[in-house]
């Protein structure tokens, strides 16, 4: 099973992206993870030019339609030659085929697909109170990630504290991509539900996301090798 430290390059345009990501000239090339707002702001462009430059690339745009709407989109993805690409397993079981399918290219070859369970910003108490969710967060985390697998998907995001249970639910082969990760001796910024590389890897996450103690540390290429080293135990 690959393991990996995806960088999150939370940033606002190209230039700081291709800033940044200069600094690691001549290095390993981190595997990043492309958001909203960045493919937003530049377009598939910033997607060709990271995979020009050798960088594994997941790219984090929680598809969430109607399946036939996900389907056609997940097929202009599958042209941009990405590792990774996501949907909100909320979708339901019907469209998370139908990204899967969409993402296939005619070779049989597609990036892996994940799904988002339950956002970590949203608590137990909304989740009841304004989706109406009855069933408890944990419960509810491990049925979407069963809807996923059974949809024929490659894994789910969530946080690293509910790694173990996706696991022992959906099988060790079934991919755990996990945000929330801070160094023991740093800040937690806006995070709640947070836990160190080392620990990540002891619970059985696949790939951690890493934004901020990466992005904004002072020296982000020794802190990026640290959490390599943490992680892959290297
Ligand atoms: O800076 P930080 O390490 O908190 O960044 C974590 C990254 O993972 C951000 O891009 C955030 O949007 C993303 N993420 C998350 N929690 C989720 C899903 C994605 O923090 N459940």
Same mark, same amino acid.
Do not use: W
């Given at each position: 099973?690959?393991?990996?430290?995806?960088?999150?390059?939370?940033?606002?345009?190209?230039?700081?992206?291709?800033?940044?990501?200069?600094?690691?000239?001549?290095?390993?090339?981190?595997?990043?993870?492309? =958001?909203?707002?960045?493919?937003?702001?530049?377009?598939?462009?910033?997607?060709?030019?990271?995979?020009?430059? =050798?960088?594994?690339?997941?790219?984090?745009?929680?598809?969430?339609?109607?399946?036939?709407?996900?389907?056609?989109?997940?097929?202009?993805?599958?042209?941009?030659?990405?590792?990774?690409?996501? &949907?909100?397993? #909320?979708?339901?079981?019907?469209?998370?085929?139908?990204?899967?399918?969409?993402?296939?290219?005619?070779?049989?070859?597609?990036?892996?697909?994940?799904?988002?369970?339950?956002?970590?910003?949203?608590?137990?108490?909304?989740?009841?109170?304004?989706?109406?969710? =009855?069933?408890?967060?944990?419960?509810?985390?491990?049925?979407?990630?069963?809807?996923?697998?059974?949809?024929?998907?490659?894994? &789910?995001?969530?946080?690293?504290?509910?790694?173990?249970?996706?696991?022992?639910?959906?099988?060790?082969?079934?991919?755990?991509?996990?945000?929330?990760?801070?160094? #023991?001796?740093?800040?937690?910024?806006?995070?709640?539900?947070?836990?160190?590389?080392?620990?990540?890897?002891?619970?059985?996450?696949?790939?951690? &996301?890493?934004?901020?103690?990466?992005?904004?540390?002072?020296?982000?290429? #020794?802190?990026?090798?640290?959490?390599?080293?943490?992680?892959?135990?290297?």
């Amino acid at each position: 099973m690959p393991k990996d430290v995806i960088i999150a390059c939370d940033f606002a345009s190209r230039q700081q992206t291709l800033e940044f990501l200069d600094s690691f000239e001549g290095r390993r090339k981190p595997f990043v993870k492309i =958001g909203m707002e960045l493919f937003y702001a530049e377009g598939p462009d910033i997607v060709r030019e990271l995979r020009r430059r =050798g960088h594994p690339v997941f790219l984090d745009l929680k598809l969430h339609d109607i399946p036939n709407t996900v389907k056609k989109a997940m097929r202009v993805l599958s042209g941009l030659d990405v590792q990774m690409c996501n &949907v909100h397993a #909320a979708g339901t079981v019907e469209m998370m085929r139908a990204a899967l399918e969409g993402l296939t290219r005619e070779d049989g070859s597609r990036p892996l697909l994940i799904a988002v369970t339950q956002l970590t910003s949203t608590s137990e108490e909304r989740m009841q109170k304004e989706l109406l969710i =009855g069933a408890g967060m944990g419960e509810t985390i491990v049925k979407y990630a069963q809807n996923a697998r059974e949809a024929g998907l490659d894994g &789910v995001v969530c946080s690293p504290l509910e790694a173990a249970m996706v696991k022992d639910a959906c099988g060790a082969d079934f991919l755990t991509v996990t945000p929330g990760i801070r160094f #023991a001796d740093a800040a937690k910024d806006d995070q709640v539900r947070i836990t160190t590389p080392a620990r990540a890897r002891e619970i059985g996450s696949d790939y951690i &996301v890493v934004g901020r103690p990466v992005t904004a540390a002072p020296d982000p290429v #020794a802190a990026y090798e640290r959490c390599l080293k943490e992680f892959l135990n290297q």
